[in-house]
């Protein structure tokens, strides 16, 4: 009976986040609701006030995102985003993989997918169109670049998935990295051929030409400060240079503290921007994080978590298929792949051992999946930034990922899970 009532909720859930409600309302009352069901109201609220105080995930993703916040004040994303986009102007037929492979190195700075496409699509999507390429297809090879965050260590995947395999976040990333690069070189390569064979790589003629905003000078040391962090953590992970071996919010303040002596902004205001930052994502990432923790609670009490575990373990075959593909329809059908993703890991994933896997391996691939899934999303907010900025219908963006990025996903499924 309880299996049958959570069946129902879990479908509720699903329909109400495709019709795109608030989704830490949904999952917070799905949680309560089959908590209170199964007599167990308090697990709920157990599961809520532990969430809260997840040391691991609020430090590494809400220094990443007062970071981000720091590199918007100063202006240094942009000088980023204009010094790159210089760069594949002269790249000509390369244009459209350089730009997917740009847009990945770009999101790894600025990991919100949403973020880096306005940030990225302003500049990016007119020079391709300038250079006769077809508006769907520029936005397509910026919108196909658009999961680099996957190597970002202030993404929220890879702090769940560190905390489940009791590991560094910069070793979770490590273990990813392989199936996460030959994944965008598979997306750009496939997107390429397309255009070739579309004949939209060449010859469009924009309608009184595009406007590309390049007017500001660049300046070579603030493009580098969004990389900053990242190169800290890498060197000091690999142990190129030992001592710079730190936790991810120590390189967020450092790369802060650097860029502030770079740009000589005002300190009282990159301060504030830093823990403005860090606000925004303990409200809007991390609150991601209770809802689900509540949500799973409410399924572990009408039992449904260990009656999936068991049909899993008795059917082994699909488990690798399932884990990998289960999280990108979700992600595909609803724009977003954190709620989907990190519900599965934070049910599912502790039991990899079980399933004949490793936990990093799992969980990566689930979140790998996720990314990808919103990637061909056509309500996803990056997808309808970059559609918007080429003037097209977003449908015909994700029509030309869709092929790349699934094989993209194929490709991460086979190095992660096989």
């Not at 488990?319 to 992600?331: D, E, Q, R, S």
């Not at 936990?359 to 309500?379: D, K, Q, V, W, Y």
Request: net charge positive.
């Amino acid at each position: 009976m309880f299996l049958l009532v959570g069946a129902i909720v879990v479908i509720a859930v699903v329909y109400l986040l495709l019709k795109r409600h608030e989704s830490r309302m949904v999952l917070i009352a799905a949680g309560i609701l089959m908590c209170c069901i199964a007599g167990k109201p308090m697990a709920s609220l157990d599961a809520f006030a532990k969430s809260m105080t997840n040391a691991g995930l609020i430090t590494s993703v809400c220094s990443c995102m007062g970071f981000a916040w720091c590199m918007k004040y100063t202006g240094c994303d942009k000088h980023l985003v204009l010094a790159i986009g210089k760069v594949l102007k002269k790249m000509g037929f390369l244009l459209i993989p350089g730009a997917t492979l740009a847009t990945f190195v770009v999101n790894i700075a600025i990991p919100s997918a949403a973020g880096c496409s306005a940030a990225v699509g302003v500049i990016f999507i007119p020079i391709m169109m300038s250079a006769g390429i077809h508006p769907a297809m520029a936005a397509a090879a910026v919108k196909s670049g658009t999961y680099g965050s996957m190597l970002n260590p202030g993404l929220v995947h890879n702090a769940v998935i560190a905390k489940l395999a009791n590991t560094q976040i910069t070793a979770v990333i490590g273990n990813h990295m392989m199936a996460t690069v030959a994944g965008v070189v598979v997306a750009a390569t496939v997107l390429t051929v397309l255009s070739i064979v579309m004949k939209e790589n060449k010859g469009y003629v924009p309608e009184g030409g595009a406007a590309v905003e390049e007017d500001m000078a660049i300046n070579p040391l603030y493009s580098l400060m969004p990389l900053v962090p990242v190169i800290i953590l890498l060197l000091g992970s690999t142990g190129v240079v030992p001592a710079l071996k730190m936790g991810v919010p120590h390189a967020m303040v450092i790369g802060a503290i650097i860029s502030l002596a770079v740009t000589r902004k005002n300190p009282v205001e990159l301060t504030k921007n830093f823990f403005n930052g860090m606000g925004d994502a303990y409200a809007n990432i991390i609150g991601i994080i209770i809802s689900v923790g509540v949500f799973v609670a409410g399924l572990n009490a009408l039992g449904l978590i260990k009656a999936l575990i068991n049909w899993m373990l008795n059917s082994t075959g699909i488990v690798k298929i399932a884990a990998t593909f289960g999280p990108f329809l979700l992600a595909l059908i609803s724009g977003s792949g954190d709620a989907a993703t990190v519900a599965f890991n934070e049910a599912v994933t502790p039991h990899a051992a079980e399933f004949g896997l490793q936990t990093m391996n799992m969980g990566s691939a689930a979140a790998l999946g996720g990314t990808l899934g919103r990637t061909i999303s056509p309500i996803a907010g990056a997808t309808i930034i970059c559609a918007g900025i080429a003037g097209v219908d977003p449908m015909e963006v994700c029509k030309r990922n869709a092929l790349g990025i699934t094989l993209a996903l194929v490709v991460g499924m086979i190095l992660l899970l096989f």
